[in-house]
Structures are given as C-alpha cells and as structure tokens.
C-alpha cells in the first residue's frame, strides 16, 4: 500500500513539473538548464516504479489464477481417485459374487447369502454379525461357509440378525479329518488365529501340508468341506492322542460374504 501511495505521488510531482515545464521558454531547456535537471530524473523513476508496479499487478493476478486452476486440479483429481476407488471396489465386489455364486452351484444344500455387517471387538471372542436372521430361515446350530471353507456356526439368532461363532474360537468345535488318512479329530479354535485338531490318536500318519476337511459327523456342517492345512504334528513321548495345529483356509480378517446351510445335514 505504501508503494502504490508512492508511486501515485511521484507521478502527480511528474504531472505539475511537466505542466510548469510547458509554460516556460524553450531556451529554459538549453545547456545547463535547471528544468530539465530536475524533470529527467523524476521521469525515470516515475517510469521505473509504474513498470514495477505493473509487474507485481501482473505476477499477482497471475499467481492468484495460478492458485484457483491449481484448486480446480486437485478437486478434479480428487474426484478421479475416488471415481477409481468406487470402480476397484465394484470389480473387487463382483469377483467375490461370482465367487460365491459358483461356491453355490456346487452346494448340494440349500444355502442363504449373507453379509457381515460387524465383528465382536473383545479379544476372548471371535464372532461376527451378518444381516440375516429368523425372518430369512437363520436358526441357532445352522453352518456358516464360503468358498474358502467352513467360517462357523450361529449361535444367536433375532428376526433381521444373527451371531456367528467363527470356528477360530475356543468354544467352537467341528467335527473333522485328514482328508489323505481320513484320522479323525475335533477342531478347535486355538492362538493366534489358528486351530487345533484334537483327538487324533497317535498311530494315525498325519503330515504338515495335510489337507483338513470336515466329516459330516457333527451333523451341522456338510462332509467334505475345507477347513485348513496342517501347519505343525508333535507326536509327545506319552499319551495317546498326537498335538496338531491347522491353518484354516479362510481369511476372518477379510471376511464380507458367507453362506449360511439352511437346510439340515441329514
């Protein structure tokens, strides 16, 4: 603001001198006369400080168009990213129904899509919520799948929802069997997100890498479903029983989607 007050003034004092200047005789101008001694120099700064007055007016209103296109870039690609996040996540959703819709054509069972809207925070428990219930045919002692394998059981049923317990959890239990040896055991949750297959005696040949599948046995979850893998066999000195632990084949971080068996294993 000061240098535009100065700017002003130094060309209202070129204006008066110009005009005082006009006046005057020519012979006023002659060598070494005081007139123009005095004007030139205000002429030249007058000059200088417009044209520097011009150029920040000029970078000015560039930098501020600089600044709203630049706002328009971001917005614009803001709204691109989303656009590209909302189509990854439809690709990602429908490769997950094709997914479970083949799962289904394979079911000889009938079965009821569902969606896991919540999971139970406590680390003692390891349930989820899916958005169907008694309205929809859910029942208490219903299996829980997905293509993967077994997911679990419900365990608590209202009209528009129910509870699932995963089989990763320590109260679950799954009647099931190496698929190569068919030794039977019991699955139960164990740490860390893994299982445990209980109750396999220890004559039975049981290997890392083992396929786990269920036997049909418990009547709630269908034979020859796909529990997990065997990660680790200790065979104790003493007992009868050997201590292995499974990876099962579904991922309950990531789970969104399961089938519940509404119909009965018999």
């Given at each position: 603001?000061?240098?535009?007050?100065?700017?002003?003034?130094?060309?209202?004092?070129?204006?008066?001198?110009?005009?005082?200047?006009?006046?005057?005789?020519?012979?006023?101008?002659?060598?070494?006369?005081v007139?123009?001694?005095?004007?030139?120099?205000?002429?030249?700064?007058?000059?200088?400080?417009?044209?520097?007055?011009?150029?920040?007016?000029?970078?000015?209103?560039?930098?501020?168009?600089?600044?709203?296109?630049?706002?328009?870039?971001?917005?614009?690609?803001?709204?691109?990213?989303?656009?590209?996040?909302?189509?990854?996540?439809?690709?990602?959703?429908?490769?997950?129904?094709?997914?479970?819709?083949?799962?289904?054509?394979?079911?000889t069972?009938?079965?009821?899509?569902?969606?896991?809207?919540?999971?139970?925070?406590?680390?003692?428990?390891?349930?989820?919520?899916?958005?169907?219930?008694?309205?929809?045919?859910?029942?208490?002692?219903?299996?829980?799948?997905?293509?993967?394998?077994?997911?679990?059981?419900?365990t608590?049923?209202?009209?528009?929802?129910?509870?699932?317990?995963?089989?990763?959890?320590?109260?679950?239990?799954?009647?099931?069997l190496?698929?190569?040896?068919?030794?039977?055991?019991?699955?139960?949750?164990?740490?860390?997100?893994?299982?445990?297959?209980?109750?396999?005696?220890?004559?039975?040949?049981?290997?890392?890498?083992?396929?786990?599948?269920?036997?049909?046995?418990?009547?709630?979850?269908?034979?020859?479903?796909?529990?997990?893998?065997?990660?680790?066999?200790?065979?104790?000195?003493?007992g009868?029983?050997?201590?292995?632990?499974?990876?099962?084949?579904?991922?309950?971080?990531?789970?969104?989607?399961?089938?519940?068996?509404l119909?009965?294993?018999?």
């Amino acid at each position: 603001m000061v240098m535009i007050v100065g700017v002003i003034v130094l060309i209202a004092v070129n204006i008066i001198a110009l005009s005082l200047s006009g006046r005057r005789d020519p012979s006023y101008y002659g060598p070494g006369g005081v007139g123009l001694s005095l004007i030139a120099p205000i002429q030249k700064i007058v000059t200088r400080s417009i044209g520097f007055a011009k150029d920040i007016w000029t970078h000015y209103f560039f930098l501020v168009m600089a600044a709203q296109q630049n706002d328009i870039y971001k917005k614009n690609l803001s709204q691109a990213r989303e656009k590209d996040n909302h189509y990854k996540e439809l690709e990602l959703s429908n490769t997950r129904l094709r997914n479970l819709l083949n799962f289904q054509k394979t079911m000889t069972k009938q079965v009821l899509a569902a969606e896991v809207i919540g999971k139970d925070p406590s680390p003692w428990f390891k349930t989820v919520i899916i958005d169907k219930g008694s309205y929809d045919g859910v029942e208490n002692g219903m299996a829980v799948v997905i293509p993967e394998g077994i997911a679990g059981q419900v365990t608590a049923a209202s009209p528009r929802y129910a509870k699932v317990l995963l089989i990763i959890d320590h109260h679950s239990a799954v009647d099931a069997l190496v698929q190569k040896t068919r030794a039977r055991g019991i699955i139960k949750g164990g740490t860390e997100g893994q299982c445990v297959l209980k109750y396999v005696l220890r004559k039975h040949d049981v290997a890392v890498g083992d396929r786990v599948v269920s036997s049909g046995l418990d009547g709630v979850f269908p034979k020859g479903l796909a529990v997990g893998k065997v990660a680790s066999v200790v065979r104790p000195s003493s007992g009868i029983f050997q201590e292995i632990r499974v990876t099962p084949f579904v991922d309950f971080e990531t789970i969104e989607e399961v089938f519940v068996v509404l119909s009965s294993n018999n």
